[in-house]
């Protein structure tokens, strides 16, 4: 079946832009998860969804970054006003009922984000 | 508060050798742990997973990993590494406080297996 797919695959836009990037969840899962990739820094956690309800917002960087999810499914990250040191891959995961501990993630292939 | 540490940043092994992956964990309960890969250009992809049992889980690709409580420990480990092995391999956790919702992920292990 499809994975998860997101989009675009690759951004570049000048600093102070706002952009929005796109994830389609596997069809079913109903936890969604936003992480930012960046070169030496690992997977940064932004935020989750349990179906449309994000419970912990707390990793999101700052008040420019913002995310929802409709209808349980598809989720859109939003940055406002971007700057460089938001350059980074985006990668979003999705797995099975949120109450399960030992539900691995299915991620996407990501957004590679540049700002200029 | 949950974290992961690997503690290595990369690890070269010669084609055939066994390999170790090393990976550290701090819970407030029972861990739930997690190894992925990530190949180049590609997106992560699950390996395998502890949830409760025997300590030597095994995976995909041949890989397996050993749960040691004591230790607090989930190192990966296989017993003949493959060229096409090299990659990037990210430990995670999960843990009762939030409700298991939140994964914490290491920074990753660049693994080169040299032909």
């Known amino acids: 079946g499809a994975g998860v797919s997101q989009s675009p695959s690759n951004k570049v836009t000048e600093k102070g832009k706002d952009v929005e990037l796109r994830c389609d969840p596997i069809s079913g899962h109903t936890a969604l998860y936003w992480y930012r990739q960046s070169l030496g820094q690992g997977l940064e956690f932004l935020i989750y969804f349990q179906g449309n309800s994000a419970p912990d917002k707390s990793g999101l960087p700052s008040d420019r970054f913002s995310a929802e999810r409709t209808g349980g499914s598809v989720s859109t990250l939003t940055i406002q006003r971007t700057q460089q040191e938001d350059s980074a891959v985006y990668l979003c995961?999705?797995?099975?009922?949120?109450?399960?501990?030992?539900?691995?993630?299915?991620f996407g292939p990501g957004t590679r984000l540049t700002v200029l | 508060a949950q974290s992961v540490a690997q503690p290595e940043d990369q690890v070269n092994v010669a084609e055939g050798n066994p390999l170790t992956v090393k990976c550290t964990y701090s819970?407030?309960?029972?861990?739930?742990l997690f190894w992925y890969v990530q190949y180049p250009n590609r997106g992560l992809q699950f390996l395998l997973k502890y949830i409760t049992g025997d300590n030597l889980v095994k995976g995909s690709y041949g890989f397996e990993a050993e749960f040691n409580k004591s230790q607090t420990s989930f190192h990966l480990k296989k017993p003949s590494a493959l060229v096409s092995d090299s990659a990037l391999y990210f430990c995670?956790?999960?843990?009762?406080?939030?409700?298991?919702?939140?994964?914490?992920f290491g920074i990753g292990t660049k693994l080169q297996v040299i032909p």
């Open positions: 819970v407030s309960g029972n861990p739930y």
């Open positions: 995670a956790v999960r843990d009762k406080a939030g409700g298991y919702q939140k994964v914490t």
């Open positions: 995961a999705s797995s099975l009922a949120f109450s399960g501990p030992y539900n691995e993630q299915f």
